[in-house]
Nanobody, 124 residues
Framework: QVQLVESGGGLVQPGGSLRLSCAAT????????MGWFRQAPGKEREFVAAINWSGGSTYYRGSVKGRFTISRDNAKNTVTLQMNSLKPEDTAIYSCAARLSTGILIIPQVYTYWGQGTQVTVSS
């Protein structure tokens, strides 16, 4: 069983930065593939970024590549999403997810555990 708690969301102006964190319980965090997803009002949940168990492999959706960075610290049971050059279209609820896997997972349906989400609003 894994519990995930996100933090770090908020209101930021276009061009600004936010750092989201996802804290996980459990002693086998390093065995889990992790991902970040987002859902804007009236839209379906979409993939943002994913990282494999070791942190050696990452993958991003095209619209955030070069602006967002996903990383993990297995000693601290955390995964982080650094978001730079934020745009109004990045506004959404951001959630982290986990699945026992050695791969990179980009489809939300394959994830087993989800956090409650944190609101990110990009507006002037």
């Amino acid at each position: 069983q894994v519990q995930l708690v996100e933090s770090g969301g908020g209101l930021v102006q276009p061009g600004g930065s936010l750092r989201l964190s996802c804290a996980a319980t459990g002693r086998t965090f390093s065995s889990y593939a992790m991902g970040w997803f987002r859902q804007a009002p009236g839209k379906e949940r979409e993939f943002v970024a994913a990282i494999n168990w070791s942190g050696g492999s990452t993958y991003y959706r095209g619209s955030v590549k070069g602006r967002f960075t996903i990383s993990r610290d297995n000693a601290k049971n955390t995964v982080t999403l650094q978001m730079n050059s934020l745009k109004p279209e990045d506004t959404a609820i951001y959630s982290c997810a986990a699945r026992l896997s050695t791969g990179i997972l980009i489809i939300p349906q394959v994830y087993t555990y989800w956090g409650q989400g944190t609101q990110v609003t990009v507006s002037s």
